[in-house]
């Protein structure tokens, strides 16, 4: 039975999981969707469809043709590993190879903002969370609530880490920074703060303290590829 695409006379934004999987994969790798369509060897329409329409339900031959495209696997494409930690199931490649950053290579890859781990001293032992965080004059700043684990971060020394992983592959990298952190207070760095830095906390909710890991006393990276 062959599907019908519905045709559409402009783009719109990826609607269903699938459609969101699609099209992030083939933004990670800077590929278009003319270009990703026609090396799986489909009509831009197709893939269109499939990024464009929630209910789209593609055969397994349309799923393994796109996730070899976008070196990808189908289980990552069609959401089943959502539930999975990073590394489960996967190999490491047979030659490995790994590198130390340097100190600028770490700071790179640090600024691209996203989500990292802390870890805080606590009266009870050091407890590690996660943070959506942001870099903003070469300090780690987070956004977070009084009374909360990250705020007990505040006039401690603190490790920081966050890292990409890419399970397909066996690759990946780290960044680890150790330094001291401190509760924003001066009204005119907190209304900086809330221009300039894209820091959104996934739990939502009030959120109006800021914390702030200044200019870090050790950072160091490592990299693994295949």
Not at 21 to 38: I, K, N, P, V
Not at 47 to 60: I, K, R, V
Not at 199 to 216: K, N
């Amino acid at each position: 039975m062959v599907e019908r695409v519905p045709s559409r006379p402009t783009e719109t934004a990826p609607v269903g999981d699938l459609g969101r999987r699609l099209a992030l994969r083939r933004a990670q790798l800077g590929l278009s969707r003319q270009e990703t369509a026609a090396r799986a060897g489909m009509a831009p329409g197709y893939l269109q469809y499939l990024e464009e329409y929630p209910g789209a339900a593609p055969g397994a031959g349309v799923l393994h043709g796109l996730a070899e495209v976008l070196r990808t696997t189908v289980r990552e494409l069609t959401g089943g590993d959502t539930d999975l930690p990073p590394g489960a199931g996967h190999q490491a490649s047979r030659q490995p190879e790994f590198t130390e950053l340097t100190t600028q290579e770490c700071r790179d890859l640090l600024s691209t903002h996203g989500v990292g781990r802390i870890a805080v001293p606590t009266l009870a032992g050091p407890v590690i969370v996660p943070v959506d965080y942001s870099v903003v004059d070469d300090a780690i700043v987070f956004r977070t609530a009084p009374g909360t684990t990250p705020s007990q971060a505040a006039g401690c020394q603190v490790a920081f880490e966050v890292d990409r992983i890419d399970d397909v592959f066996g690759q990946g990298w780290s960044v680890l920074v150790r330094g001291h952190a401190r509760t924003v207070t001066n009204p005119d760095e907190v209304r900086r703060l809330d221009e300039q830095a894209c820091s959104t906390p996934w739990a939502g909710g009030p959120r109006d303290q800021w914390v702030r890991i200044d200019v870090p006393l050790v950072i160091t990276g490592r990299r693994i590829t295949a």
